[in-house]
């Protein structure tokens, strides 16, 4: 009876290390710099944070009584009670997560149910979420992204979207790679340096990248786009479409997404809930999967058919 009492006690040790770790703050008294990290364990006197900071793993341990506040940053269960039918749920607690962005785990989780809310209804939840996204960008090529996103999405194209897209948004390693060069060209294009973008396309490799994209911007649009005083909106929105579809292919996120759109847009435009189609690959804005948008025993999974 001994031994069968000691395999259930082990068995159990199993599952409760098992169970996913929760994301937590911990403000100590006195102290303005927070502890974030994952919950190792906790009992009466102690807390036990597990830092993953770039330093590496570390344990801490912080005792009870030098604990102001305690805060879960994100709640498994809150996650669970999210549906596919019930959009706005996941922006609404993507917008309580973003407001612990300090913790790297609840930034994620703001990205992924921002994204999640604008796939499931973009015309109720869309420019919104977007816009929440861009709120937790990191500066730099992840918020360039975001905003683009924002633009493409919206049919007015307000280039007050767009913001002051940081120039070391366009200082990726330059290689001798086709896609890098076009993508510093569209950058140049955009940024109203018509001469330098019409040179740096010159190259055969990079005038054929441009040219295996010309459903997106040919290359007579393109030089048109080089000699013009001022970008037109469709000028300024194919190069940014192009932008972002070559941004996400030097991302890696793996080519059997690339032709994946936003499913919802042909159905809104015919229902009348938006006025035009843009382009948008919104599944490549971010590393997740928005379709994986039930959350299940501690992971993201698509929902069942007929669910």
């Not at 502890?35 to 590496?56: K, M, P, W, Y």
């Not at 300090?102 to 973009?122: C, K, M, N, S, Y």
């Not at 847009?265 to 690959?281: E, I, M």
């Amino acid at each position: 009876m001994g031994r069968i009492s000691l395999v259930i006690a082990l068995l159990a040790a199993i599952l409760v290390y098992a169970q996913p770790a929760r994301a937590v703050v911990v403000y100590k008294k006195g102290s303005n710099k927070p502890v974030a990290g994952h919950l190792v364990r906790q009992n009466g006197n102690e807390v036990v944070v597990r830092d993953e900071s770039s330093s590496g793993l570390k344990e801490i341990i912080i005792p009870r009584s030098e604990i102001e506040d305690f805060i879960e940053t994100v709640s498994a269960e809150r996650l669970a009670t999210l549906s596919p039918s019930r959009p706005q749920e996941y922006r609404e607690y993507a917008e309580e997560v973003a407001e612990k962005k300090l913790d790297p785990e609840a930034r994620q989780t703001a990205v992924r149910l921002f994204q999640i809310a604008a796939w499931l209804d973009p015309a109720k939840t869309g420019r919104g979420a977007l816009l929440g996204l861009v709120s937790v960008a990191r500066p730099g090529e992840e918020e360039a992204r975001f905003r683009v996103a924002a633009y493409l999405f919206d049919p007015r194209h307000e280039r007050a979207l767009l913001g002051q897209i940081s120039a070391a948004a366009g200082k990726s390693k330059q290689e001798d790679d086709p896609v890098q060069k076009l993508l510093e060209a569209l950058r140049q294009l955009r940024r109203g340096r018509g001469q330098q973008a019409r040179a740096a396309i010159a190259p055969p490799a990079v005038n054929d990248e441009l040219t295996a994209h010309q459903g997106i911007l040919s290359r007579e649009e393109f030089l048109a786009a080089c000699s013009a005083k001022e970008l037109s909106d469709e000028q300024l929105r194919k190069i940014l479409e192009l932008e972002l579809t070559l941004d996400s292919r030097l991302s890696g996120r793996g080519e059997e997404r690339a032709q994946t759109t936003l499913a919802s847009w042909n159905d809104a435009v015919r229902a009348g809930n938006l006025a035009a189609v843009p382009s948008l690959q919104f599944d490549k804005v971010t590393p997740f999967d928005p379709r994986e948008s039930v959350y299940r025993q501690g992971k993201w999974q698509r929902p069942e058919a007929g669910k």
